[in-house]
């Protein structure tokens, strides 16, 4: 299915690196109590203490052929309360969901804080949050859950292969480790920006992994066909790509890290079968966020027997308040789908 290119420029370079503190834009209008100064925000507010707890965990033999962490929040109660349906929650590194300082917007909020408030609330039940990293562990690199074409020689990178990470030993690392319902019928995910590519890429490739699957924001590439990514794409001059689809770029391997095209060549039935969540920036703000491509992959969605159930975020920006904004919509659908029989 061939989607056509808007002529608004669609990709700000600067929101696609991991450092979105340091870019120059405008706040525009965040709700009611976030005061602003400069950038973003005035000082955050201070973080509540959590009732459950967040534990790293270092797998020392993987795919990547090196060592790799990732953290895990239990939900209070754990494990007697179990077992536990999961969320895996995906940006660039294990940290960036649960840094309330990630960017100024975000005022002391993190994906568990805003858990905790829909459990208090009783919105959600136990669940278990799992928070990778699919690229170098310092940030340079950020991945999207493909095999790497040229790996780097970075912490945390080894032979790049991060799909083979997430699904060979990631999942069922975290299956093995803790109490989970270990079946994809209780299993969800859901990312921001190059995280929601990520979230939505391996429900498209693994859609028995997973039954509900969310992004907010998500950088996903236009499909020119349904075996070819548009290689006219702003997207593919960025640097940090080098590595992931190699210099010149090897658009097979691009369009197999495309989940449109991935979607476009699967079945309806599989499309079918899954809660989609995918919930982007207003038009308005382009060209600073992605909310052409998060139509475009919803066309695509569509026209192959799935059916996003959100759509554009009201008055929203590309930043962190937003994303957790976007989580406080997501989790309890994502429950409702995945909870306990």
């Known amino acids: 299915m061939k989607m056509q290119l808007p002529t608004v420029k669609m990709v700000v370079l600067q ?31 201070a973080t509540a203490p959590l009732a459950g707890t967040i534990e790293t965990v270092t797998l020392p033999q993987t795919s990547l052929g090196t060592a790799k962490s990732f953290k895990v929040y239990l939900p209070p109660g754990y494990p007697d309360e179990g077992p536990y349906p999961t969320v895996y929650l995906l940006r660039g590194t294990m940290d960036e969901w649960l ?15 805003v858990y905790e408030s829909l459990l208090k609330a009783g919105k959600v039940g136990g669940l278990i949050l799992v928070f990778p990293g699919l690229g170098s562990d310092d940030g340079r690199w950020p991945g999207i859950l493909a095999d790497w074409v040229t790996p780097p020689t970075a912490p945390g990178v080894g032979n790049g292969r991060f799909a083979s990470f997430f699904t060979t030993d990631l999942i069922p690392a975290v299956d093995k480790r803790y109490r ?18 990520a979230a939505v890429q391996a429900a498209a490739s693994h859609p028995d992994l997973f039954t509900s699957v969310g992004s907010f924001d ?18 593919w001059t960025e640097g940090f790509f ?10 097979a391997a691009i369009a197999t890290a495309s989940p449109a095209n991935r979607i476009a060549q699967g079945t309806s039935s599989r499309w079918a079968g899954i809660t ?11 060209p600073r966020g992605n909310f052409y491509r998060g139509a475009a992959l919803g066309q695509v969605l569509a026209a192959h027997g799935g059916k ?23 989790l309890p659908r994502h429950w409702q789908q995945i909870k306990p029989d």
């Open 276 to 286: 989609w969540l995918l919930e982007y920036c207003p038009q308005a703000w382009e």
């Open 308 to 330: 996003n159930q959100l759509g554009t975020l009201p008055d929203s920006q590309h930043a962190w308040w937003f994303a957790d904004e976007h989580l406080t919509t997501t």
């Open 242 to 251: 080098d590595p992931v689809f190699g210099k010149p770029r090897q658009w």
């Open 218 to 235: 998500g950088t996903f590439p236009y499909a020119k066909s349904t075996k070819q990514v548009d290689p006219e794409d702003e997207l």
């Open 15 to 45: 929101l696609l690196t991991l450092g979105l503190a340091a870019c120059q834009m405008p706040i525009g209008s965040l709700p009611a109590g976030v005061a602003t100064t400069g950038l973003f925000a005035a000082s955050p507010k």
């Open 180 to 197: 989970t319902l270990k079946t994809g019928k209780h299993r969800a995910i859901d990312g921001f920006s190059l995280g929601g590519w």
């Open 99 to 113: 840094n309330p300082t990630q960017d100024p917007s975000r005022q002391g909020r993190t994906a568990a804080t």
